[in-house]
């Protein structure tokens, strides 16, 4: 079955930086686009970034736009998330998101992410 594993969560200060990895397994991973959303404490879950399944494209949220970047590594089964300039705005815990044309949705446990001086 699907499975999304992620890590490199943490507490860091305002302007530091992060490295967030999330290892797939259960699909063919190389077909598939990925995304990275987060959830604020008593917040909803929103989207962070995503990229297609070949790498070649991505988009962010305005909000992390120029301080994030979305990567994978098809050969290893994993995306990343590198965040860079962290605000205490992005203290969320951040999960990694699979989908597929039916419908379905699959999500990893979450890591979190505390900017905090």
């Known amino acids: 079955q699907v499975q999304l594993v992620e890590s490199g969560g943490g507490l860091v200060q305002p302007g530091g930086s992060l490295r967030l990895s999330c290892t797939a397994s259960g699909f063919t991973f190389s077909a598939y686009r990925m995304r990275w959303y987060r959830q604020a404490p008593g917040k909803g879950r929103e989207f962070v970034a995503s990229i297609t399944n070949d790498g070649g494209s991505t988009m962010y949220a305005d909000s992390v736009k120029g301080r994030f970047t979305i990567s994978r590594d098809n050969a290893k089964n994993m995306i990343y998330l590198q965040m860079n300039s962290l605000k205490v705005e992005d203290t969320a815990v951040y999960y990694c998101?699979?989908?597929?044309?039916?419908?379905?949705?699959?999500w990893g446990q979450g890591t979190q992410v505390t900017v905090s001086s």
């Open positions: 998101n699979t989908f597929r044309p039916n419908g379905a949705d699959y």
